[in-house]
Nanobody
Framework: QVQLVESGGGLVQPGGSLRLSCAAS????????MKWSRQAPGKEREWVAS????????YYADSVKGRFTISRDNAKNTVYLQMNNLKPEDTAVYYC?????WGQGTQVTVSS
């Protein structure tokens, strides 16, 4: 069955960086369109970034463009989200997904 396991979240100061990872299994990863989304307390889930199977095309929400980078390693069945210049408003649970499946999420907290 499809499994998506996120890791790499934590507490970071404003301006800091984190790299999230998502280990995938149960499907042909190299052809899968992968996504990251996030959900902050009291808010609806928000799409963050997506990447095509080859990694040749990447898409970002305006709120993270220029600060976040989505990438993938098809040999490792893993998708990443590099997050730089983090802001308090980036605080959320981050999820990776391949429609219609999503992982359990990893908490990112940006606070001084």
């Amino acid at each position: 069955q499809v499994q998506l396991v996120e890791s790499g979240g934590g507490l970071v100061q404003p301006g800091g960086s984190l790299r999230l990872s998502c280990a995938a299994s149960g499907f042909i990863f190299s052809s899968a369109f992968m996504k990251w989304s996030r959900q902050a307390p009291g808010k609806e889930r928000e799409w963050v970034a997506s990447i095509t199977g080859s990694g040749g095309n990447r898409y970002y929400a305006d709120s993270v463009k220029g600060r976040f980078t989505i990438s993938r390693d098809n040999a490792k069945n893993t998708v990443y989200l590099q997050m730089n210049n983090l802001k308090p408003e980036d605080t959320a649970v981050y999820y990776c997904g391949k429609d219609p499946y999503w992982g359990q999420g990893t908490q990112v907290t940006v606070s001084s």
